[in-house]
């Protein structure tokens, strides 16, 4: 990269190195560079196509994106391609031996939740029945499905694009037969399907307390396990798992808390994390269901 700025800004050369990025994603053909690369005013001398061009070749890839933040209800991401739009923006990753297929442009991917995505599919006990409340294209959907062929899952999810992807990622690892999608929002959806599961997986950030009575409504009699996905201060898991612990106690009377764990996933600001708060509910015989 030095030798562009040499050629064209020559008087920036050495103060724009530190706009170089010291990491970056890559997969398929595929390169994904942090927000803010390459953003000191030195670079804007270089021809953009020229640019991009040589940070794709430099990275060994044909397509190149820079990362934005995720936002909205329908987890989009901000993401803008620098190079080879022509080559369209469906993307392939291969993950623990499970393809993930999904427009870049239009789903979220976090590559920080692979060690959860791969509990995920440990965890689950044989004949299960599990209910995925913010599926996306499949993050966790697909490896509980491939850990084994007696699990079925209840995939939501209300972003279509996510929805075509998960499609294509159930039929392209052989397990669509397995999973019924409910398309919609899952306060909707769900309830109106009398559902009795083993297991739920609620995999939305910042915050996914507002679906906890749908999730506990949805276990069967005999209880269950539910994975609720939040953020909370790094030095404070304990706190945060009371207060998640007792919203969930307030909405249902029927089951009780029989143990409790978190999960940390990753860091996902300063000073907080990514965690699953894991829970195991049981029958509540004080308060049998009529």
Known sequence: MAYLLKEF?????IDSQN????????????GIIPQGSFGDSAWSAIPERRL???????????RLYMKGEVRGGKRRPEIECLFGAEKGSWVVRKENGIYFGYDIEESMWSAGNVNE???????VSTGE?????????????IPILKSDSSIKVISCE???PSVEALEWNLKRNKCQSRCSILIGDCLETVPKMDLLVDRV?????PDSTFAI?????ALSDKGGFIHMHGLSPSKGYSNQCQEWLEIMSDTTNDLKVREASITRVKSYAPNWDHVVLNVELTPNFDNIRE
């Open 117 to 123: 995505r791969k509990r995920m599919g440990d965890i």
């Open 158 to 160: 209300w972003n279509i």
């Open 19 to 30: 706009d170089i990025p010291k990491k970056w994603e890559r997969f398929d053909d595929v």
């Open 9 to 13: 800004a020559p008087e920036n050369s």
């Open 213 to 217: 009575q749908v999730a506990t409504n």
């Open 129 to 141: 029945v599990v209910l995925d409340l913010f599926a996306g294209i499949g993050y966790y959907t």
């Open 201 to 205: 997986v609620m995999g939305l950030l």
């Open 52 to 62: 991009w061009e040589v940070v794709a070749d430099s990275l060994g890839v044909s």
